[in-house]
């Protein structure tokens, strides 16, 4: 619930940076106003991370000059005519106001300068189509033509026209993270215009890429369990991909395994996500160009596929009797995601902490150049020496510099 507002100028000049901000924005001489989630969380009582500023004016130059008045420095984002302007610790995004014009469903907009009505008109949902001025007498004065506050006051997310999630299907997506991060909910026509974007194949007109940046916010956020719930709710699932399985308590175990091996939440929920539907050799093939397509680095890309792929197995395998150089051998080379999402699915947690606490970090204190001190010539079976050292070393056999190097060269001299 929207927390009561007597003075929304106190509560904007309070903001970490306004006492600099304020001051350098009245010099521009142009009506600037705090946009955005910002105005948001204001009306909210919550602590506001971001700092989003409109100007009606020409932007770039706007914030050059904002730059040069706060001593910092400006970064220019010309394909939307934004910038971003640093000074210290202050960060500022800035942009002129503006509409915004699709040529097609999901093409990136065509962007024109136009009035603050106009601005706040394009934006993705009522309760980030706020605006509060900062500059003269309307200083604290709130601009809300589309009852974002109101939407605030009751908890809903509502579109502000019907051709939204058309325009920009990634907003599906941002929807369900609002729903729960803020704890709303979808207003009922924007949740029915949600359902029929995804029948109609939205978010097939956007790049993979753009589609990653959404669903890894969303997969980040704590509350994902509760958007992934949402994503099979409306359809969303299946509109992301056919193999996509959104179970919310798979997810929900998924990022609590995350936490105990140290993988990424977000891309082992994706990994649990892409495992939902799955089916050995055949499910991977299905699910990885998709998986490709998002745009993952590589190492990320890899990881999802491989604990996608390969989590289910390593559960069953890692509930059978194990010595330590097994499991370490069994895991040493599976992504920490792997492990999370086996643990989702079933593994023994205190194996698995077995191997997290200790047992991956166990290293042979020599190295194939002792060895080749000692006179064993350079060749493989130096590496298969040092390898077999290793398993005795796990499995408590050996303990100490000269163990493991008598060892090593006894080993190396039998297989020469």
């Known amino acids: 619930m929207a927390l009561p507002v007597t003075d929304l100028r106190a509560l904007v000049t309070a903001l970490p940076g306004m006492d600099a901000l304020l ?46 008045r706060l001593g910092g420095s400006v970064v220019l984002h010309d394909r939307f005519s934004t910038a971003t302007v640093r000074a210290g610790s202050l960060a500022v995004d800035l942009a002129g106001t503006r509409r915004e014009v699709y040529t097609r469903p999901g093409a990136l907009p065509t962007v024109e300068p136009a009035s603050l009505v106009e601005d706040l008109g394009r934006r993705d949902f009522t309760v980030n189509a706020m605006a509060i001025g900062l500059t003269g007498e309307a200083l604290g004065r709130l601009h ?5 506050r109101a939407d605030l006051e009751t908890g809903l997310i509502r579109t ?44 097939s007109t956007v790049s993979g890429v753009r589609v990653r940046v959404e669903l890894m916010d969303l997969l980040a956020e704590p509350e994902a369990p509760r958007s992934v719930t949402r ?3 409306l359809g969303l699932d299946r509109a992301l991909h056919p193999a996509i399985g959104a179970d919310a308590e798979l997810v929900a175990a998924a990022r609590l395994g995350a936490l105990e091996t140290g993988a990424s939440q977000a891309l082992t929920g994706l990994a649990a996500l892409c495992t939902g539907r799955l089916e050995a050799d055949a499910g991977r093939a ?27 197995c390593l ?11 097994e499991l370490y051998e069994l895991l040493q080379g599976e992504p920490a995601e792997a492990l999370a999402l086996a643990l989702a699915l079933g593994a023994p947690q205190d194996v698995a902490r077995r191997y997290t606490g200790g047992l991956r970090a166990i290293r042979l204190e020599i190295s194939g150049a002792d060895l080749v001190a000692d006179g064993v010539p350079e060749s493989p079976v130096v590496g298969l020496a040092l390898r077999e050292t290793l398993r005795r070393k796990l499995d408590g056999e050996l303990s100490g510099r000269e163990e493991e190097l008598r060892a090593a060269l006894a080993l190396a001299r039998e297989r020469r």
């Open 23 to 68: 001051p350098a924005l009245a010099e521009l001489g142009e009506p600037s106003y705090l946009v955005g989630g910002a105005v948001r969380d204001v009306l909210r009582g919550a602590r506001s991370v971001d700092l989003d500023v409109a100007v009606e004016g020409d932007g770039p130059a706007a914030a050059r000059a904002l730059a040069e």
């Open 144 to 148: 809300d033509p589309g009852g974002g």
């Open 160 to 203: 502000l026209h019907p051709a939204s999630f058309l325009d920009d299907p990634t907003r599906l997506l941002r929807a369900l993270r609002y729903e729960s991060r803020l704890g709303f909910a979808l207003e009922r026509e924007t949740a029915r215009l949600a359902r029929e974007a995804a029948e109609a194949g939205a978010l």
């Open 231 to 233: 994503l099979a709710e």
């Open 286 to 312: 299905e699910i990885a160009p998709w998986v490709a397509a998002l745009g993952l680095p590589a190492p990320d890309r890899d990881a999802v596929l491989r604990a996608a792929c390969r989590a289910h």
């Open 315 to 325: 559960a069953k395998e890692l509930s059978l009797p194990l010595r330590p150089s």
